[in-house]
């Protein structure tokens, strides 16, 4: 579904129409298509299922410029409960350095604002593109990084993450921005990943992706846990690790503080597979995380001393383990 939104005078004095596409979306399709084309995939897989409709879930809009009739521009948001995140942004190259991008991104965030809400986005830092995001009120969320944030509510994490209950929910396309909060904020365990590489405060946008691939290849199980408010608060991830011969898996699990109380029912939403399941964990994990793996079998298997470094800090690592078979 299009909807105008402005019309713009660029300094060439050409005029161009602003709009947006709430997908699914097959008139614009192909135009949105030609402008993205270089993304590859798999930025192209969501980009063309959300188009065609096959991802109805989750929320994707493209704020589009027009110049005669044609498609030149454009910026992406990916949307689910008020998070969101920002990106694709791109202008064609025979028609850049028109102020094309800022006259779009300026009609985005306005009708961002409407909605209300939390982006994230990735770029270059100190980049032009970081200047001006910046002057669109986003603010890096690591010093010295272009991985950057944007709220309508200073307190959003906080009401995002209230405490509530949570039930273990399969991963579905809505999650790609939820996903993304919970792995951005510092109250998150800081080893997310060994299998994924997620340490400390991670940009899950281009990860939540590979990851979706992964799935639907088959590849690895994974549940999300979500909590009552729509805010997805703890992940357990599956997969073969693929350094050893056999049936050798990795679990990764993590948690938003508040939600330490359910990784047994996290854990136990798991399906296990036969072999040798490993699960790695800090040595200030939560007491919650130690005991669900110790009530579903996992024993201690090594202590792996200043194993890596986030920060600044060394941090020990316990790996427990189950055989089934």
Not at 19 to 36: C, F, M, N, T, Y
Not at 51 to 57: Q, S, Y
Not at 235 to 255: K, P
Request: one cysteine or more.
């Amino acid at each position: 579904m299009y909807t105008k939104l402005s019309d713009a005078k660029l300094k060439t004095g050409e005029d161009m129409e602003i709009g947006v596409v709430l997908a699914p979306d097959q008139e614009h399709s192909e135009g949105i298509a030609k402008v993205l084309h270089h993304k590859g995939d798999p930025w192209l897989t969501h980009v063309n299922k959300a188009l065609d409709g096959t991802i109805t879930d989750l929320e994707t809009r493209f704020y589009i410029g027009k110049l005669n009739g044609q498609v030149v521009a454009n910026i992406m948001t990916v949307e689910y409960n008020h998070t969101g995140i920002l990106g694709h942004v791109f202008t064609i190259p025979e028609q850049r350095r028109k102020h094309i991008c800022t006259f779009i991104m300026e009609q985005q965030m306005a009708d961002f604002r409407r909605r209300g809400g939390m982006l994230l986005l990735g770029t270059g830092f100190n980049s032009p593109a970081y200047w001006i995001y910046h002057s669109f009120g986003f603010r890096s969320i690591l010093e010295n990084s272009g991985f950057m944030r944007f709220s309508t509510d200073d307190n959003f994490e906080a009401k995002h993450f209230t405490d509530s209950k949570a039930r273990a929910v399969d991963v579905q396309w809505k999650h790609w921005s939820l996903m993304a909060a919970l792995t951005y904020v510092k109250e998150t365990e800081i080893l997310k990943s060994v299998a994924s590489g997620l340490y400390g405060q991670v940009n899950y946008e281009g990860g939540f992706l590979g990851f979706m691939k992964r799935l639907e290849d088959g590849n690895i199980k994974a549940k999300l846990l979500e909590s009552e408010y729509g805010a997805v608060v703890g992940c357990a991830m599956l997969e073969q690790d693929r350094r050893w011969a056999g049936r050798t898996y990795i679990l990764d699990m993590f948690m938003h503080k508040n939600f330490v109380a359910n990784y047994d029912d996290l854990l136990n939403s798991m399906e296990l597979p036969e072999g040798k399941i490993q699960c790695y964990a800090i040595a200030n994990s939560p007491d919650e995380k130690i005991n669900a793996l110790k009530s579903a079998g996992f024993d201690q298997e090594a202590l792996l001393k200043k194993q890596f470094s986030w920060g600044g800090e060394w941090f020990d690592v316990y790996l427990y383990t189950k055989f089934i078979g």
